[in-house]
C-alpha cells in the first residue's frame, strides 16, 4: 500500500467518524433539554459539516471546496450569533424552570450556626 492509499483511507476513515459525530449531535439537537444545549448542538453540526466539506473536498481532489466550507463555517457562526440575540432578552415560560429548586439551596439563603442561631 503506498502512501496516497493510506492517506486516503484515514481522510475517509476521519470522514465517516465525523458523519458519526453529527448523527449525535443531531439526537442532541432532538433530545436536548434546554434550547441552549438544542443550539449548541446544531452550532456543533454546523462546524461538523465544515470538517466534512473540507474532507469530502480532499478525496474528491477539489480544493474549492475548501471556499464552500469557510463560507459555510461563516454563515454558521452568524446564525448563532443571531439566534442568541434573540434569546438574549427573552424570558422562560412560566412552566419551565431550568433549576431544581427542592434539590438546590438558594445563592442568599441564611445559614445557621448549629446552635441556631443566624450567622
Known amino acids: 500500500m503506498n502512501s496516497a492509499n ?4 484515514c481522510y475517509g476513515i476521519s470522514g465517516l467518524a465525523i458523519l458519526l459525530v453529527m448523527g449525535l449531535a443531531l439526537l442532541r439537537a432532538i433530545l436536548g433539554p434546554t434550547a ?3 443550539l449548541m448542538a446544531v452550532n456543533l453540526f454546523g462546524t461538523k459539516t465544515v470538517l466534512f466539506i473540507a474532507v469530502l473536498g480532499f478525496l474528491t481532489g477539489r480544493p474549492d471546496f475548501l471556499d464552500i466550507a469557510l463560507v459555510y463555517a461563516l454563515v454558521n457562526f452568524l446564525s448563532t450569533i443571531a439566534v442568541l440575540r434573540f434569546f438574549e432578552g427573552r ?3 412560566a412552566w419551565y424552570d431550568a433549576r431544581d429548586t427542592d434539590t438546590q439551596p438558594a445563592a442568599n439563603a441564611v445559614k445557621e450556626k448549629p446552635d441556631g442561631a443566624a450567622s
Open 6 to 9: 493510506l492517506i486516503s483511507t
Open 36 to 38: 441552549f444545549d438544542r
Open 91 to 93: 424570558k422562560a415560560p
